[in-house]
């Protein structure tokens, strides 16, 4: 399992909602020796990581990747794309820090809030739409809401959208969704989706990949300030050359693009669902040891679940039986910390690894 020249450190397995476990081979590719980024082999590189992501996110427009994380894609979405008004659909912490951004950037964004733990369903998004004076410039979405397990439906969301808005852009986190549950950029008619490396794509942090439609870029060149690393409107011609406006970590780029080519052995419907049947399992674990889904709904996503617990030195017991097997878990998002513990069932995991860790946390 381990490349030449590493040797695998025991260290704690990661099942944490992100960062997650980045396996030998991988870790091998990072500690390449650095090369120039504007070399023909770094450029090379940069051109096929894009095409690659096209692949991943099935979009036959644009997908790119910069040095920062996911994070940076939320705003740059606002400040690309639009001047003032954002329609932000939430339910849980993620969806929520999109809002407060656009209002750091200045915007007013409008938002239309679910409980923690509901899903965003297709009628609430038309209400929303319907309910404005005029349309939205965009709507922000969060595909899975890694802060409490839930599994937006785009797909019939973006439907919704498109029949009620046309103009509106369509922009996704797609942070814990991308090669881990499905997506399908164009068929979907999403304008903007992204995810960092640390996630299902089960790399280290530092890169955020994007897909960004043609209809996008033509909005962004009419919003002034969209700023000089992430300016939507430049990064096409940028990439078409291998050209990238600052250094980008080229070992993560190389990791990256072997990542792209695993996926594509795997198959990105088998990846999708391997990760149905983490979610299964855990699922099933639950219910069978007392720790009930916090998601009370169909609406759960492939690659992260809550589990409630009685109280939170039940939580307390899951976390240490997880350290004492050697593995990493994490309790509940912010104010569900107390009563609810997050698996991470995210990335290259296999099943048979997610068994054994549900067998280590089992109440004696
Ligand atoms: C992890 C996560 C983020 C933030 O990613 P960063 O790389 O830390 O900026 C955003 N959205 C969702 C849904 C996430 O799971």
């Not at 390449?32 to 992501?53: M, S, V």
């Not at 644009?62 to 954002?86: D, Y």
């Not at 951004?101 to 409980?115: F, K």
């Not at 998004?125 to 409490?148: F, K, N, R, W």
């Amino acid at each position: 399992m381990n490349a030449p020249g590493i040797q695998d450190v025991p260290h704690p397995i990661l099942f944490i909602p992100g960062p997650v476990e980045v396996d030998a081979e991988l870790r091998a590719i990072l500690a390449t020796p650095a090369i120039g980024h504007r070399q023909r082999e770094a450029k090379d590189a940069f051109i096929l990581a894009c095409g690659g992501l096209r692949e991943l996110y099935r979009t036959e427009q644009h997908a790119f990747f910069e040095n920062a994380p996911a994070t940076a894609l939320m705003e740059a979405g606002i400040r690309n794309l639009v001047h003032k008004r954002s329609l932000h659909m939430t339910c849980g912490a993620f969806s929520e820090r999109w809002a407060k951004i656009a209002t750091a950037c200045g915007r007013e964004p409008v938002v239309v809030a679910r409980a923690w733990g509901e899903a965003i369903l297709p009628e609430h998004v038309a209400e929303a739409l319907e309910a404005a004076d005029e349309p939205y410039e965009a709507i922000c979405l969060t595909h899975s809401e890694t802060s409490t397990g839930v599994l937006n439906p785009i797909g019939e969301i973006a439907a919704t959208v498109r029949e009620h808005s046309p103009d509106t852009l369509i922009l996704v986190d797609a942070v814990t969704s991308v090669a881990g549950a499905e997506l399908a950029f164009d068929e979907w008619g999403l304008d903007l989706a992204f995810a960092g490396t640390q996630k299902c794509l089960a790399l280290p942090p530092g890169l955020v990949t994007y897909a960004l439609s043609e209809r996008a870029v033509q909005r962004s060149h009419e919003v002034p300030g969209r700023g000089f690393l992430l300016d939507f409107a430049a990064t096409p011609a940028r990439f078409a050359t291998g050209e990238s406006p600052a250094t980008p970590c080229v070992p993560l780029v190389f990791a990256l693009n072997r990542q792209l080519e695993r996926i594509r052995t795997e198959g990105l419907e088998a990846r999708w669902s391997r990760h149905t049947a983490m979610r299964d399992l855990t699922l099933r674990f639950g219910a069978e040891n007392g720790f009930p889904p916090f998601v009370e709904h169909e609406h759960r996503s492939p690659t992260v679940t809550a589990l409630r617990a009685a109280d939170s030195s039940a939580v307390d017991g899951v976390i240490e039986r997880a350290r004492a097997a050697g593995f990493s878990l994490g309790r509940g998002y912010g104010k569900l910390k107390q009563d609810t513990f997050r698996i991470g069932h995210m990335g290259d995991h296999p099943i048979e690894r997610v068994e054994a860790l549900l067998d280590a946390i089992r109440p004696a």
